[in-house]
């Protein structure tokens, strides 16, 4: 049986959901964002929110716990169920249904976390972060910051427009049982790329696998505004079904934020598609229903994603992190810059 | 809804943090005249005493070390690699494996012709490193990557280069090519009129 916050978090979805139907995407969000707010008393409020120019708070996001790379902001387990739920609401408005669901499942993966390690206070559902910066507007930008352990999603609403870049989504464990149903976060992330690599020829295989091992993330945390060379085999050299298997690939990211925003970008990847890059190291076969082990790479014009199994005391398959970047707009400064 | 408790395979696999590796990423930026690097050092929690120990006291001394266990060349010639800055975190950071030793390093790159390889080395506390190494696309048009290429662990990396409008050579070079064609000239002449001799 569903209990209180799930049923309150449910109806206010359901209400926003309601209320888009007569407002535009980011007329929604804004809406959300106010909703929220109006809940917070004074000294939350106070805490929840930054100037839109807060360089210290834009770039305070971390895949580690919170214990260890302390966020600002507002605790989901500071407020009450009131609050949570609109809380909630508001990150659901500023992304889509697929990427909600992935938000929510990485977040039961760290409930699942702190239970396995006998109530850890470093993990769980209740140290996931929420804040603002500027003024939620339809017209000027401003961000929406949520994150915590394994997840930090920077959005950038600036008019129309919704930029998730950058954005780290991570899993740990990568696939855990919960009532009675099997959950992978990355599983997606993971099958796709499994299916790319074996749809590949061998001559594609040679380009795309590296001979070398990757052991994290290269462009990770507080590495903002990089570009890297890119390697591994580029997507001119592939036919239609491999491109459309790359763009399926990528929207793994690129369609956690809200639709409309997450169409305006799949547009502007493909259109650079044939100058995007994908680069494989490690074992080329994974078991099934699990998560492989081996790190991969796509880059393109505007787009950086990186997925590195995390081998820190563990199964590397059990725990991934992955990083999702847009070096040309990070934070969305293209628009703000306007 | 409560989370139904489930048994991993890997039950007591928290570890939110580097383990038993010290993580090495060096990042290159070309230039016409010049590289530059920044590494990032972090120690994991297990190797974490024994990177302590070896550091030591002076962190420019160990920065110094670091650089010491690196080479770098530019068309077969090994750079001198001067420091430029040392980022160390608190210790306490270091000692839950998330801190990042972060050190700046620069060498000037002599003249040379349009395609140029870049060969690096790291060969720093290389029984527990997990090396990584990369090149930022350069802010230089007229300069651009082409392959990369590295060993297993990424301890040995080349990268070849292309520049366009190399740089003209420096008054100290134009000294020396000059005096080297007075010699060859005079060598020459030498070789001729003993010729004429015969």
Redesign the interface.
């Known amino acids: 049986m569903m209990t209180c916050p799930r049923i309150r978090l449910l109806t206010l979805i359901c209400v926003a959901a309601a209320a888009a139907c007569a407002q535009s995407p980011t007329g929604r969000i804004v809406g959300a964002a106010n909703s929220f707010l109006s809940t917070l008393d004074a000294q939350q409020r106070q805490k929840a929110t930054f100037a839109y120019n807060d360089e210290a708070q834009r770039k305070r996001w971390s895949n580690l716990p919170v214990r260890m790379v302390p966020r600002a902001g507002l605790s989901m387990g500071e407020l009450s169920e009131r609050q949570r739920s609109a809380a909630m609401a508001l990150v659901a408005a500023a992304l889509s249904k697929r990427g909600f669901e992935k938000v929510q499942q990485i977040m039961d993966g760290d409930q699942v976390l702190k239970e396995n390690e006998k109530n850890n206070p470093m993990f769980g559902k209740d140290l996931f972060f929420l804040s603002i910066l500027g003024t939620p507007s339809e017209k000027d930008p401003w961000m929406i910051q949520f994150g915590g352990h394994h997840l930090a999603l920077n959005i950038t609403i600036a008019g129309s427009a919704g930029i998730l870049t950058p954005s780290l989504t991570a899993a740990q464990p990568a696939w855990y049982t919960l009532n009675g149903k099997t959950v992978r976060p990355l599983g997606q992330e993971n099958d796709k790329a499994f299916a790319l690599l074996n749809a590949l020829d061998e001559n594609q295989k040679k380009q795309a696998i590296l001979n070398y091992k990757v052991a994290d993330l290269v462009l990770g945390p507080r590495q903002d505004g990089k570009t890297i060379q890119p390697e591994g085999l580029k997507a001119s050299a592939l036919n239609d079904k491999q491109r459309a298997m790359l763009l399926d690939l990528i929207s793994e990211w690129a369609g956690i934020v809200h639709e409309s925003a997450a169409a305006a970008r799949m547009a502007e990847i493909k259109a650079g598609i044939a100058e995007t890059w994908f680069a494989w190291s490690g074992p080329t076969t994974a078991a099934p229903g699990k998560n492989g082990t081996a790190y991969y790479r796509v880059q393109g014009p505007a787009l950086v994603i990186e997925y590195a199994p995390q081998p820190l005391g563990g199964d590397p398959s059990l725990h991934i992190h992955t990083i999702y970047r847009d070096p040309t707009n990070d934070y969305g400064r293209k628009p703000a810059s306007k | 809804?409560r989370?139904?408790?489930?048994v991993?395979?890997?039950?007591?696999?928290?570890?939110?943090?580097?383990?038993?590796?010290y993580?090495q990423?060096t990042?290159f930026s070309v230039a016409q005249d010049r590289i530059e690097a920044q590494i990032r050092l972090t120690p994991g929690v297990a190797v974490f005493p024994f990177v302590m120990a070896s550091i030591g006291e002076d962190r420019n001394a160990y920065a110094e070390r670091v650089l010491r266990d690196l080479s770098l060349s530019v068309d077969g010639v090994r750079l001198r690699l001067a420091l430029v800055s040392v980022k160390f975190p608190a210790l306490e950071?270091m000692r839950?494996g998330?801190g990042e030793i972060q050190i700046d390093f620069r060498a000037s790159v002599p003249a040379g012709g349009s395609n140029r390889t870049l060969v690096f080395e790291n060969h720093h506390q290389n029984a527990i490193a997990?090396?990584?190494v990369?090149?930022?696309?350069p802010r230089d048009p007229a300069i651009r990557?082409a392959a990369?290429r590295?060993?297993?662990?990424?301890s040995t990396y080349r990268?070849d280069y292309t520049q366009e409008g190399a740089r003209p050579m420096s008054g100290e070079a134009v000294l020396i090519a000059a005096a080297m064609v007075l010699v060859t000239a005079r060598f020459t002449k030498t070789l001729l009129a003993a010729d004429e001799r015969r």
Not at chain 2, 150 to 154: C, F, L, V
């Open positions: 809804m989370l139904v408790p489930i991993l395979v890997a039950t007591s696999s928290c570890w939110a943090h580097r383990l038993d590796e993580l990423a990042m950071e839950e998330l997990a090396y990584l990369n090149s930022l696309v990557l990369q590295r060993n297993e662990n990424q990268l």
